[in-house]
């Protein structure tokens, strides 16, 4: 059950920084002043990130509080290769073997942290 | 904005956003482990009212500064591609690692593992960085 609250968690979490993007390139982008910045805050792409986001901490939060943090550490790192690949299937962004590796090497590295 | 300054205020921005996040985090910590061990020793009364003084600072001041470093980070998804710029939030782990291992009110301990998965994570980001992260809107 955990599991699976883990991995709506990373979902929820990856979703929000799609959203994220959609928001700053659709709604922040080219905009001046603080007003029209304000405003685009509260635009559906940014509102849906914020509630994303909440979600995402809460079943994180309470994944934490149920699971071993060394046993969560790396569920969360994967969090890092879904976001590359969503933005490469939902957002088209070109992503190099380069930054694949980079993006591994990340995801490995958090893994051992997370170990006591 | 002329190119180079673009680029130096995405720069800005970028780390900005990894070392609040990582401040904010730490300040948090620190906030809500000296709250549990102040509620611990202390009656409800007006001076332990104020010996919580200094906790809920560095707790509430730790939420401002992820807030903060929310917004920059939404200033860096103007410039950058999101597969570029995502990887960089995990130096927040490098920075959260060694202020906790080197913070006097944390103090937690440094193992070998967690050392070299820090260094992972660093040589991770300097590859990610020599990509091309201009961004595509």
Request: charged share 10%; with cysteine.
């Given at each position: ?14 979703a929000s920084q799609v959203l994220q993007k959609l928001g ?20 559906p792409e940014l509102v849906g990130a914020a509630v994303a986001i ?63 | ?137």
């Amino acid at each position: 059950m955990s599991d699976l609250i883990l991995l709506a968690a990373v979902g929820f979490l990856s979703a929000s920084q799609v959203l994220q993007k959609l928001g700053a390139q659709r709604r922040l982008h080219g905009t001046t002043g603080t007003r029209q910045w304000v405003l685009a805050l509260f635009s559906p792409e940014l509102v849906g990130a914020a509630v994303a986001i909440v979600i995402g901490t809460l079943l994180w939060l309470y994944v934490l509080y149920e699971m071993e943090v060394s046993r969560a550490f790396p569920f969360l790192s994967l969090g890092s290769v879904v976001v590359v690949a969503v933005s490469r299937l939902f957002l088209g962004e070109h992503v190099s073997l380069h930054r694949w590796a980079g993006v591994l090497l990340i995801t490995v590295g958090i893994t051992l942290v997370a170990q006591s | 904005m002329t190119p180079s300054s673009q680029r130096f205020l995405g720069i800005v921005l970028l780390a900005s956003s990894i070392v609040l996040s990582s401040v904010g985090q730490l300040c948090m910590k620190v906030g809500m482990q000296e709250l549990k061990q102040s509620a611990v020793a202390l009656a409800p009364t007006w001076t332990a009212l104020s010996a919580l003084h200094e906790p809920l600072l560095f707790t509430v001041g730790g939420l401002l500064a992820y807030a903060i470093s929310m917004l920059a980070w939404l200033a860096v998804l103007v410039r950058y591609p999101l597969s570029y710029a995502y990887p960089f939030l995990s130096l927040s782990y490098v920075l959260v690692y060694i202020g906790a291992t080197h913070w006097s009110r944390l103090m937690e301990t440094a193992t070998p593992l967690r050392t070299a998965g820090t260094l992972l994570i660093l040589v991770g980001v300097v590859l990610v960085s020599r990509t091309e992260g201009r961004a595509a809107i």
